[in-house]
């Protein structure tokens, strides 16, 4: 298995092809001259060293002990490797993965510079997305911040206004936990029926980390805040593009929000705001508030810009949705997606991430045949609250072609709906807070593309 596109090769070693078959089933399929299943699984592997093509064909039945190659050492088994790694300081992936990168969209127009760009879901595994790869959303460009000049101030109704630094903040207690960030315009292009070519694409305005930081209850305690009058919360960015949101005092009550420095075990990259953001989970993206200067503590929302024109839903009846903030329960194959070529028929893992912004994910059903049927998938450990959750199911293609679909659920019973139950509540005017259940067509040739089906 393969991309077609630039956006990633498939990443699948042999082992992850043979386990859930069992070394017998392949001996089986072999014999019975099915070399090309073996081929794809060899070929999917990336060390260039590996099992070149022309011998798997040219020898459809495995020998005791599998393919000859393995006892042809190369140079890397023999010489002296090199020296270490921190010689180069900060460590970087293989060259052999250079094509797995964010990537702007094609379907977006670009005005002055680009402000958005998409994680490759397609290349991922598990639930962390590693920092280098983030998607990006920027109203205003991003800074790289001196952070012993940054500045956070609490204000409003406090006892009296407190101005922190970076690192008085970080003599707090702390807490670190894994949460998604979906903006909510993810998957828009796809309410207008338009096919963007990759998961990456759809879905890409997605990331997962490990943040830590302070609670923001701690910060507002130490200004004095009046936890009775006050309702609401204002945080406004450093950037020139004066983010400001409304954060309801009930999800800083509840000790969720908190105000990061770190993401996956280092300090904030600059993209993501270092070196101070908000971090409130399974609220939309706009709402983490990147070089958090200011919150403000008041008794009603705040109906800034960005809650005002942006970030609205206008509904059949002509009213707006305002202040849409939780990410409902939503999920996505990221392979076989849009973009990737099935070599031949055959065994395939089918893979993929479910979330939701109102606590963990309960279940996540696939079908492989455009939701007439439905299978359970596995879902990985761990499963947290408004994180990332990851689902693996066997599936054997048959040559035809067919549609392939997950659709999640989460603890509170809510159930992702199809394109149809989403367009009867919702119209077909809304941009953002799309999390209608995907549809990806393989097709005999073994592409796989996005569609759309009610
Ligand atoms: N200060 C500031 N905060 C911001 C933004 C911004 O432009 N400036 N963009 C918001 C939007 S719309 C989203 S989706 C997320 C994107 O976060 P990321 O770039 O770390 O992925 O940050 C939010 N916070
Ligand atoms: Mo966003």
Same mark, same amino acid.
């Given at each position: 298995m393969?991309?077609?596109?630039?956006?990633g090769?498939?990443?699948k070693?042999?082992?992850?092809?043979?386990?859930?078959?069992?070394?017998?089933?392949?001996?089986?399929?072999?014999?019975?001259?099915?070399?090309?299943?073996?081929r794809s699984?060899?070929?999917?592997?990336?060390?260039?060293?590996?099992?070149?093509?022309?011998?798997?064909q040219?020898?459809?039945?495995?020998?005791?002990?599998?393919?000859?190659?393995?006892?042809?050492?190369?140079?890397?088994?023999?010489?002296?490797?090199?020296?270490?790694?921190?010689?180069?300081?900060?460590?970087?992936?293989?060259r052999?993965?250079?094509?797995?990168?964010?990537?702007?969209?094609?379907?977006?127009?670009?005005?002055?510079?680009?402000?958005?760009?998409?994680?490759?879901?397609?290349?991922?595994?598990?639930?962390?997305t590693?920092?280098?790869?983030?998607?990006?959303?920027?109203?205003?460009?991003?800074?790289?911040?001196?952070? /012993?000049?940054? =500045?956070?101030?609490?204000?409003?109704?406090? #006892? %009296?206004?407190? *101005? !922190?630094?970076?690192?008085?903040?970080?003599?707090?207690?702390s807490?670190?936990r894994?949460?998604?960030?979906?903006?909510?315009?993810n998957?828009?292009v796809?309410?207008?029926?338009?096919?963007?070519?990759?998961?990456?694409?759809?879905?890409?305005?997605?990331?997962?980390?490990?943040f830590?930081?302070?609670?923001?209850?701690?910060?507002?305690?130490?200004?004095?805040?009046?936890?009775?009058?006050?309702?609401?919360?204002?945080?406004e960015?450093?950037?020139?593009? /004066?983010?400001t =949101?409304?954060?309801?005092?009930?999800?800083? #009550? %509840?000790?969720? *929000? !908190?105000v990061?420095?770190?993401?996956?075990?280092?300090?904030?990259?600059?993209?993501?705001?270092?070196?101070?953001?908000?971090?409130?989970?399974?609220?939309?993206?706009?709402?983490?508030?990147?070089?958090?200067?200011?919150?403000?503590?008041?008794?009603?929302?705040?109906?800034?810009?960005?809650?005002?024109?942006?970030?609205?839903?206008?509904?059949?009846?002509?009213?707006?949705?305002?202040?849409?903030?939780?990410?409902?329960?939503?999920?996505?194959?990221?392979?076989?997606?849009?973009?990737?070529?099935?070599?031949?028929?055959g065994f395939?893992?089918?893979?993929?991430?479910?979330?939701?912004?109102?606590?963990?994910?309960?279940?996540?059903?696939?079908?492989?045949?455009?939701?007439?049927?439905?299978?359970?998938a596995?879902?990985?450990?761990?499963?947290?609250?408004?994180?990332?959750?990851?689902?693996?199911?066997d599936?054997?293609?048959d040559?035809?072609?067919?549609?392939?679909?997950?659709?999640?659920?989460?603890?509170?019973?809510?159930?992702?709906?199809?394109?149809?139950?989403?367009?009867?509540?919702r119209?077909?005017?809304?941009?953002?807070?799309?999390?209608?259940?995907?549809?990806?067509?393989?097709?005999?040739?073994?592409?796989?593309?996005?569609?759309?089906?009610?």
């Amino acid at each position: 298995m393969h991309e077609a596109q630039s956006s990633g090769r498939v990443h699948k070693a042999p082992e992850s092809f043979l386990t859930p078959m069992g070394i017998q089933t392949v001996m089986e399929e072999a014999k019975k001259g099915r070399r090309n299943f073996l081929r794809s699984a060899f070929a999917a592997a990336s060390a260039a060293t590996l099992a070149p093509v022309a011998h798997a064909q040219s020898n459809p039945v495995p020998q005791e002990g599998g393919d000859p190659n393995i006892l042809n050492l190369p140079a890397h088994s023999k010489g002296l490797g090199q020296s270490v790694a921190s010689d180069e300081g900060y460590g970087k992936p293989s060259r052999y993965e250079s094509n797995v990168q964010r990537r702007q969209s094609p379907g977006l127009t670009q005005t002055t510079q680009a402000s958005v760009s998409f994680a490759p879901l397609q290349s991922l595994f598990g639930i962390v997305t590693p920092s280098g790869l983030h998607f990006e959303r920027h109203h205003q460009g991003w800074w790289d911040i001196d952070p /012993s000049k940054h =500045r956070l101030m609490i204000n409003g109704m406090v #006892k %009296s206004a407190k *101005v !922190f630094t970076l690192d008085e903040i970080m003599r707090l207690p702390s807490v670190s936990r894994f949460h998604f960030i979906e903006c909510g315009a993810n998957t828009a292009v796809d309410w207008g029926n338009v096919a963007v070519p990759t998961v990456q694409y759809t879905h890409g305005m997605i990331s997962c980390s490990e943040f830590t930081g302070v609670p923001l209850i701690t910060l507002l305690e130490m200004a004095g805040a009046d936890l009775k009058a006050g309702k609401f919360v204002l945080a406004e960015g450093a950037d020139g593009s /004066s983010m400001t =949101r409304t954060i309801p005092m009930e999800l800083i #009550k %509840s000790g969720e *929000v !908190f105000v990061a420095y770190g993401q996956n075990g280092e300090m904030l990259r600059p993209e993501q705001g270092y070196p101070l953001r908000l971090i409130v989970p399974g609220v939309q993206g706009v709402s983490w508030v990147k070089y958090l200067r200011r919150i403000e503590l008041g008794d009603m929302p705040y109906a800034t810009k960005d809650e005002a024109i942006h970030y609205m839903d206008l509904q059949p009846n002509g009213l707006h949705r305002q202040y849409t903030s939780i990410q409902e329960c939503k999920s996505v194959i990221t392979t076989p997606s849009g973009g990737q070529v099935l070599l031949d028929r055959g065994f395939y893992n089918i893979t993929g991430l479910a979330w939701s912004g109102r606590g963990k994910v309960k279940r996540v059903d696939i079908s492989v045949d455009g939701g007439r049927n439905w299978r359970t998938a596995r879902l990985e450990s761990p499963v947290l609250t408004k994180a990332l959750t990851r689902f693996n199911l066997d599936w054997v293609w048959d040559g035809k072609p067919t549609i392939l679909q997950s659709r999640a659920m989460d603890d509170t019973g809510f159930v992702q709906p199809t394109y149809k139950q989403l367009r009867d509540v919702r119209g077909t005017r809304s941009i953002y807070h799309n999390n209608a259940i995907q549809s990806w067509l393989v097709q005999e040739s073994g592409e796989v593309k996005n569609v759309q089906i009610s």
